[in-house]
């Protein structure tokens, strides 16, 4: 709670939603939580979209209860308004992600199985009560694609998939130029798609799926494992450690163990690509999440996903990185105060 | 080509566009073609969207050609304004169904597998000469869903997937209100999705896909060949010759071998439903064309899906059937003559 992040690269974000002309930016601001499973962010942005102020903070299980998650939340807009000198009634709108799926119309997250106690937490009118804003609750990935959308690698692009591989892996679509929800809320849980040369299995709700049990970062780094195991390396303590997006750093470097780790989670991801083209053919994936943003990731998937004649979307890795979230949020709020909700 | 048919009980539409409010319907009318792999079929209709003639014929080989396909077409116009008392020059305006990959916006058919040369056929153009007509070229998987949504299974739903087994397999898919065609016009191509249990495979543009080849009209009767063959009753000649619908209906009368083929295609195609709804969340399923139609495969099927806690679509079967198409074709012409295209 105590970590204040100082500005970097990819946060004075420069563009705006061309609506939005504004003489005095400074008059209001909007803001944006992304509520992880292990830390959460914040961003605070003027009314032309610019960040003004950023801070974060780890959770310790007692602070994932949703109550004290609204608590924390209203302390770092407080912090946040500190930084940019200015107060948090200035602050007209804010839009919070959860790792779940959430039903957008009544602001509730129906289940986040990463969060203990998350279901059907009705984050939207707890967040209205303790903070006296305007807020949307949305699903996190989601958020992620409006960033992307809006800042990031599918700028101008209004058919895409954006593809988050982290601990967990999902997707958010973006369809004849918006979010696409579902008849309930669940669009794009690809983290439960079937695996080839595995057996059937009935997804459940509470439960990792398939495809992410084999290609989220713990699937990756099992693999790892039970390959060092078979190579004999398994003694080499800094080695087993390591996490996914080190493993691709060193199939980066030429290691050939890790290249197969690569290779294989490159060619489940392309299975799952080649599924998502023949249903959506979008014009574009976007991969992201600490996993799925590594860019030999998506230069690794690009070679299998060029043999299937159905699916030729460009693949470009997330240019946002972890501030997609926070930028798709900061996107839908700005879009909100404006009154042109678009999403 | 000589066959005139009958009007038929689904044929004489009743509802209409709500927008359309005319009062003297007679004063043009619009018309829908369904060119099928054997058969082609045509809809004449009134501005209120009540089919007033119809009419269809058997190809030969030779008759599939792009442009013998537009003579026989306007030669069926001919005839239905025979039966309607009322001259071409009255239809204002002419959909056609191709069963291929068809980009919309240039009214080309980019591939149709199962019309031999028909590889970037500029068929609207080609119609709009040989007829002088104002003329729409769609799939016709996709009119089959717009069919089903004006006066079929799904009206009033915003937010479907409509499939269609027969000899191949596809779906059109419905959603944000309207026919959601992909970047390249191949969304919804789910005959190339893969089959749990197989091997992987890439799917290419030229041939059949692994989901169609297993359950696609030809492949249950396949299954059934083989079963029988391994239960012995292959000399019974009537059995052998059966086609996908027909083993169904035994099927129906409790044929155990006919039930086991009925069992594997629906958790086959309960699979490819779970997968369209982690990525869709359809509101609806419905199942048409000559195979899927079959109500009791829509059972069948519908026991598996409820095992998936993802897949909670209400399944129906096509309440059109093979005219789903033909009023999917009048109502784009409909909003084509009304200047409000839809989709």
């Given at each position: 709670m105590d970590l204040v992040e100082s500005l970097g690269e990819?946060?004075?974000?420069?563009?705006?939603?061309?609506e939005l002309i504004r003489f005095?930016?400074?008059?209001g601001y909007v803001a944006g939580v992304d509520i992880g499973g292990t830390r959460l962010r914040m961003m605070l942005a003027d009314l032309n979209g610019k960040a003004v102020a950023q801070w974060s903070t780890q959770f310790t299980e007692k602070q994932k209860a949703p109550k004290a998650v609204c608590t924390i939340i209203h302390e770092g807009l407080r912090e946040m308004c500190r930084q940019a000198e200015?107060?948090?009634?200035?602050?007209?709108h804010l839009t919070a992600g959860a790792p779940g799926i959430t039903d957008v119309d009544h602001g509730?997250?129906?289940?986040?199985?990463?969060?203990?106690?998350?279901?059907?937490?009705p984050l939207r009118a707890m967040l209205e009560r303790e903070t006296g804003i305007g807020t949307i609750a949305e699903n996190d990935t989601n958020l992620a694609a409006v960033g992307e959308h809006w800042q990031?690698?599918?700028?101008?692009?209004d058919n895409f998939v954006f593809i988050a591989m982290g601990t967990g892996v999902g997707a958010g679509i973006f369809l004849h130029g918006r979010l696409y929800h579902g008849a309930e809320w669940s669009?794009?849980?690809?983290?439960y798609l079937g695996v080839t040369g595995t057996l059937r299995e009935s997804p459940q709700m509470r439960q990792t799926g398939q495809l992410e049990r084999i290609i989220g970062g713990p699937g990756i780094e099992e693999q790892w494992s039970r390959r060092l195991k078979r190579d004999r390396r398994q003694s080499d303590r800094a080695l087993s450690k390591l996490c996914a997006s080190q493993i691709f750093d060193l199939a980066q470097e030429g290691d050939p163990l890790a290249i197969h780790v690569l290779t294989d989670t490159a060619q489940i991801l392309a299975d799952a690509i080649g599924t998502i083209s023949l249903l959506f053919n979008p014009r574009l994936i976007v991969l992201g999440g600490g996993v799925g943003a590594h860019e030999c990731l998506c230069r690794a998937t690009e070679k299998f996903v060029?043999?299937?004649?159905f699916a030729h979307p460009r693949l470009r890795s997330s240019?946002?990185?972890?501030q997609a979230q926070l930028f798709g949020a900061i996107s839908l709020s700005l879009a909100a105060v404006n009154g042109t909700l678009i999403s």
């Open positions: 990819g946060e004075s974000s420069g563009g705006r939603p061309p005095n930016a400074q008059h200015t107060t948090v009634r200035k602050i007209l509730v997250v129906r289940s986040a199985p990463n969060l203990v106690g998350w279901d059907d937490v990031g690698s599918a700028r101008d692009i669009a794009g849980e690809i983290g060029a043999k299937n004649e240019s946002l990185g972890t």
